[in-house]
């Protein structure tokens, strides 16, 4: 079936640093991949998206490429932000699927 | 314009009581479906609706029953609860459940603790 595997956390960086966060997928055919964040006590919003290989996802300067040959979708932001603290999700659909398959969360703090 | 509506915020349980998570929205969404976070586990899927009168399981139905009577509301029901089903709860529309192109919106969770 269906999986996508986050880089674990939490992550702490100090604000104006470089993120990565790493994004493996395991999915049947061509998935539509995506980014959720998480704000303390919110619901999930979506972040970016990408929906065929090459794509790039973009939104609030954070980025991510869609890599069909290493199934990847790893989220990069050049310079973060204290706002920025949240849990990040990734997570996929594949083809004409009703459910998303979501990662298992990572857990960023910016520090001041 | 509210978007996605859960209530209660926060439930302390019994096993054994059983209780309805309320979800509506305001969108005119046609699919509707409920989460479960876990720690380290991400969201799963409960119970999903592609329009009212229409329900299907999701990944992690057992132990949960769900109706559509109206495009608006979409309420979860815990039959006899038990201590597994301790969880933060999210429900989620889109237009029309094209997932693959459409995003969802998440209500702001419900907080489950069975004793």
């Known amino acids: 079936g269906d999986s996508v595997t986050q880089m674990e956390g939490p992550v702490t960086l100090s604000e104006e640093a470089f993120l990565t966060i790493n994004c493996t997928y395991t999915?049947?055919?061509?998935?539509?991949l995506f980014w959720y964040v998480q704000y303390p006590g919110e619901g999930l919003q979506l972040l970016l998206k990408a929906t065929k290989a090459d794509d790039k996802g973009s939104n609030k300067g954070f980025e991510a490429t869609y890599r069909k040959e290493t199934t990847s979708f790893h989220l990069e932001k050049g310079s973060v932000q204290v706002s920025d603290s949240a849990v990040y999700f990734c997570a996929l659909v594949s083809g004409s699927a009703r459910q998303l398959t979501f990662g298992s969360g990572t857990q960023l703090t910016v520090l001041p | 314009n509210a978007g996605v509506t859960q209530t209660p915020k926060f439930q302390v349980l019994k096993t054994g009581q059983s209780m309805t998570l309320q979800c509506a929205q305001d969108m005119n969404h046609e699919y509707m479906s409920w989460y479960r976070q876990d720690p380290g586990m991400g969201l799963r899927l409960i119970h999903y609706s592609v329009g009212a009168g229409i329900t299907d399981q999701g990944e992690v139905p057992n132990g949960y029953n769900v109706s559509r009577s109206t495009t608006e509301d979409f309420p979860l029901r815990l039959l006899s609860a038990a201590p597994s089903q301790t969880s933060v709860y999210f429900c989620?529309?889109?237009?029309?459940?094209?997932?693959?192109?459409?995003?969802?919106?998440f209500g702001s969770g419900t907080q489950l603790s069975v004793l």
């Open positions: 999915a049947t055919g061509y998935p539509s």
């Open positions: 989620a529309s889109s237009t029309n459940g094209r997932l693959q192109y459409e995003k969802l919106f």
